[in-house]
């Protein structure tokens, strides 16, 4: 193991598998809500999080799932509880949320837990679309959501759309950037649909649209979100200034972070672990069902390949900070390559992708693999 | 050794209806293999031979039979290839044996290959055992199969054992009826050595074994021997039988099968065919029938990283030990760089030799659509010989062009002579004649260039007839053929490992097919890359590969990052499949892409 690699570590992730229904396009580690097993959970939750995470103040907390308001609201108050002693003071505590289930209660609920940003998963804009996907929303319910969101002073709303959906048209996915500009929310994520084998879209055999159409639907969502003021501080992620995700950013910079729940992640220093998928094991609390030392070489590949996701790229000093070895003369020829390319740019500071590098961050990343 | 009781025989049979399964059962009924030691198919001893379930070497092995009328016979079983790029190594296998067993598959009937090795049998004067197998199935109809028996090849059927291979149902009435119709051989023990070579293999202790069937006379350990048709001598240091293990011997005798080593150190220096005699009391003519084994397809072997090149030759030498027909020379591509043009019997052999050399070599490679040779005549009257077509001479200087055709003959059930027909006609076919095999089966016979054989005559002619047609063919003669050659461009530069010969009827579809084959199997670049297909010079199809615009995964949190990285590594594995030419990346596959072509779309 590499003593001199120190990572930055301030932020928690809390993973909640339960959902309503489950989506078409989702493969994530959820289960249809129970309410017994979701108590059993919790309190299986709680002793993971006494046991595996520091009783610190964390300065990001992110709540994700499946579906965090599928829990009952009580249930939900339980959750926040119990996540206090790391919430508390944090700068930026998350939950997702469907907005089926923004209510004024929920929203008490979450505000006196310390929640500030929310992130719904508004998915479309297009009731049609909608439906065939298996959301249990209309648009016009997500817009009522935002509003009671704003109106209780939860203004720090993010959204997450999906393009690329099998049958949805050029048409259908510019009224739906043109609904989302509508709704004047700080942030937004978009992702182009990946089929994966054991959603019930990879199941049933669904195909994506053909490449050439699912690109130009995110040149088209670049541009137009751009245009509206957001920064595209990601590939797949734009924000107003000052409303950039502080605790994705903080995977992105490929800082330390905790994991606890069904199948989460973390990361201390040289280790990755992964979390159990299964619910047997995650109640007898055999939590964790993975744990991957990480080489020098993994490392550094991947501060580079989570780093140069970002507009701001990877910050030359902290790579030497931690590697105690300039990037340059590590991936030197990936570098002039991409330089060349122009896919890369370079300065005192940052090594970042450019434009075409980033939308072609694959082609780009494998010259830095050996 | 009493010659009367030695019986020398093969088994015909089409693949898949039971020849190795019943060679297995009759060496355990001679107990010469204990059921213990037993391997399925014991006689195929290459890897793939047992996974394709054909035979590509041949083998001989000596058994002890004890027959109801109380005496010991000794047999030798002489294995035999069961495919038509081998029809010349069958031929002499037969040459090697009086007899052969006939075995046919009860629920399918004759099926082309087996009935031109029954001829090939006729001709070597075997007597034919005809036995019907797999019995046992629901589906079997023996009584048919039994007048299609007689009524196409005119055997008598009436004794003909019905057995079932698998389960070793009546298996002993086929030893029965080998001691009784098979006649023992005949030579005079006395008289110079005639010893017919029918197989080789190499060993890298000892050189090349050589498996004979001593005609007359005998070999002794010690003997001076010569090969009639090269007249290289070596001195006999072991000789023996195999039972199927090796057994050493003082002497072969006349009549019987056995190998011989001496210290030979190619197999090129032994020929399948050539006759064996003493040096100092030679025959006075050689045995007859002895022919010197040409390629007839062939292409370009290409390692897909260059460094590889070495490694491929070497792996190409060893191969050569073992196998007198591949050829092979060094050549150079624009495209892929330095490989070798190989010369193969067929296009199962061509296969064959390719999985070899990447499987137990562990080579990975690029090969080239087969091409036949064309006799390229120029205008100053001399011919060139055109085994690449890359190599194929300017236009002016061509006088003519000649091809090769083939005579080949088409089993095929009445429903579906339609459809056979089509699909020579299509392939340039030229009708011959039909003949009756019964009420529901016919042969078609057709004279079709073996350029087009090659290309996908053996998937067309399967779909077409549902698997029910089969197919053998021999080569007839050189034809003329109003033939020019294609050119392959990608991004503006001519590929001259993608240039194929085609006929000028057919080089439009030809070329459109093949570019839009290219431009599903070639993955998306940084740029733009045209696809087209010239004749002469002339663009006649041309498709556009677009460019990559976007090749980045949209979701990268905490817990995808090794997922992340291992879709990266999977990709760039990928990458080092392919063949970097000029700019543009091509994967392995695209080089075969002129052979998966569908006109008809």
């Known amino acids: ?370 | 050794m009493d010659q009367s009781k030695i019986r020398n025989f093969s088994i015909i049979a089409h693949i898949d209806h039971g020849k190795s399964t019943l060679a297995d059962r009759i060496l355990e009924m001679t107990d010469t293999v204990q059921h213990r030691e037993m391997v399925d198919q014991i006689l195929d001893s290459l890897d793939l031979e047992r996974e394709r379930g054909i035979t590509i070497k041949l083998n001989a092995v000596q058994l002890k039979y004890r027959a109801k009328d109380g005496e010991e016979y000794v047999f030798h079983l002489i294995d035999t290839p069961g495919h038509v790029d081998f029809t010349y190594e069958v031929s002499r296998s037969l040459a090697a044996c009086e007899g052969a067993v006939l075995v046919v598959d009860a629920a399918q009937g004759i099926e082309a290959q087996t009935l031109a090795n029954v001829y090939l049998a006729l001709d070597n004067d075997l007597e034919i055992v005809p036995v019907i197998n797999k019995i046992d199935l629901p589906s079997a109809q023996p009584e048919v199969v039994k007048e299609e028996i007689e009524n196409v090849i005119g055997l008598d059927c009436a004794e003909a054992p019905l057995i079932s291979a698998k389960t070793g149902l009546n298996v002993e009435d086929v030893l029965e009826e080998i001691v009784k119709k098979v006649p023992a051989p005949s030579g005079d023990p006395n008289a110079p050595l005639k010893a017919l070579v029918f197989d080789s293999i190499y060993d890298s202790y000892r050189g090349v074994i050589v498996f004979v069937r001593v005609k007359e006379g005998r070999i002794q350990v010690g003997d001076k021997i010569r090969f009639m048709n090269n007249q290289a001598e070596y001195e006999v240091l072991e000789c023996g039988v195999r039972n199927p293990k090796e057994v050493k011997l003082g002497a072969l005798e006349c009549g019987e099968v056995g190998w011989f080593a001496a210290s030979i150190k190619s197999v090129q220096d032994v020929s399948v065919g050539a006759t064996v005699t003493q040096a100092n009391n030679p025959a006075k003519e050689a045995l007859p029938g002895y022919r010197k084994m040409n390629p007839m397809v062939y292409c370009g072997l290409y390692p897909t990283d260059s460094a590889k090149y070495n490694d491929l030759r070497e792996a190409l030498e060893k191969l050569k030990l073992n196998d007198a027909s591949l050829q092979f020379e060094a050549e150079t591509s624009q495209a892929l760089g330095f490989g070798f043009r190989c010369g193969f019997l067929g296009l199962l052999h061509m296969d064959v030799v390719q999985e070899r050399l990447e499987r137990e070599y562990n080579l990975s490679l690029i090969a080239t659509a087969p091409s036949v040779i064309y006799h390229c005549y120029m205008t100053d009257g001399s011919m060139m010989k055109i085994d690449n077509p890359a190599h194929l001479p300017e236009v002016q200087r061509i006088d003519r062009l000649e091809e090769p055709y083939v005579k080949a003959g088409i089993m095929v059930p009445n429903e579906y002579i339609g459809a056979v027909m089509e699909l020579c006609q299509n392939k340039r076919g030229i009708y011959k004649d039909m003949h009756y095999i019964d009420a529901h089966r016919n042969t078609l016979e057709y004279e079709i260039p073996l350029g087009e054989i090659v290309f996908d005559f053996f998937d067309k002619l399967k779909s077409c007839t549902k698997g029910y047609a089969s197919l053998d063919y021999e080569i007839s003669e050189y034809k003329k053929s109003d033939l020019v050659k294609m050119d392959i461009l990608l991004n503006g530069e001519l590929i001259d490992a993608l240039s194929i010969i085609v006929h000028r009827d057919f080089a439009y579809a030809r070329g459109n097919s093949i570019t839009v084959k290219l431009k599903e199997l070639i993955p998306k670049q940084q740029f733009e890359i045209p696809v087209q297909a010239a004749v002469n010079g002339k663009i006649i199809a041309r498709t556009n590969i677009k460019s990559l615009r976007k090749n980045v995964l949209a979701k990268c949190y905490g817990g995808d990052i090794s997922r992340k990285k291992k879709l990266l590594e999977k990709q760039k594995e990928g990458k080092k499949r392919m063949k970097a030419v000029g700019s543009v990346e091509i994967p392995q596959e695209a080089f075969m892409a002129v052979l998966s072509m569908d006109d008809d779309k």
């Open chain 1, 1 to 370: 193991m590499c003593a001199a690699a120190t990572f930055k570590n301030q932020s928690l992730y809390v993973h909640i598998p339960f959902c309503q229904g489950i989506c078409a396009y989702c493969d994530f580690t959820r289960v249809r809500y129970h309410a017994g097993l979701a108590d059993q959970y919790l309190t299986q939750l709680a002793g993971e999080l006494e046991q595996r995470v520091p009783r610190q103040a964390m300065e990001t907390v992110y709540i994700g799932g499946g579906t965090p308001t599928a829990l009952s609201l009580g249930q939900l108050r339980r959750l926040l509880d119990m996540l206090k002693p790391y919430t508390e003071g944090a700068l930026e505590v998350t939950i997702e949320a469907n907005p089926e289930a923004i209510k004024p209660e929920l929203i008490d609920i979450l505000l006196t837990g310390g929640v500030n940003r929310i992130s719904l998963g508004l998915q479309s804009c297009d009731d049609q679309i909608l439906k065939q996907i298996g959301r249990r929303h209309t648009f016009d319910q997500a817009r009522q959501a935002i509003r009671l969101l704003q109106q209780a002073g939860l203004t720090n709303i993010s959204c997450d759309l999906i393009y690329s959906l099998p049958g949805q048209t050029r048409e259908q996915w510019t009224a739906t950037l043109q609904g989302v500009l509508s709704l004047n929310i700080p942030h937004c994520s978009l992702y182009s649909l990946t089929i994966e084998e054991h959603s019930e879209f990879g199941r049933t055999g669904r195909q994506p649209l053909d490449e050439d159409t699912e690109a130009s639907m995110y040149f088209e969502a670049v541009q137009v979100l751009k245009q509206a003021g957001y920064q595209h501080y990601e590939i797949s992620n734009f924000a107003f200034a000052g409303y950039a995700s502080r605790h994705n950013l903080h995977y992105w910079r490929y800082d330390d972070f905790y994991g606890v729940g069904l199948g989460a992640s973390g990361k201390l220093g040289a280790f990755r672990y992964d979390n159990t998928r299964n619910f047997q094991d995650y109640f007898q609390g055999r939590w964790i069902a993975e744990k991957i030392e990480l080489t020098r070489e993994d490392q550094m590949f991947e501060m580079v390949m989570m780093n140069l996701r970002t507009a701001a790229g990877l910050s030359l000093i902290e790579f030497e900070r931690i590697f105690q070895t300039p990037v340059t003369s590590v991936y030197s020829e990936a570098i002039q390559n991409g330089l060349r390319q122009g896919w890369l740019h370079l300065d005192e500071e940052h090594l970042a992708a450019t434009d075409s590098g980033m939308a072609l961050l694959n082609t780009v990343l494998e010259e830095f693999l050996d």
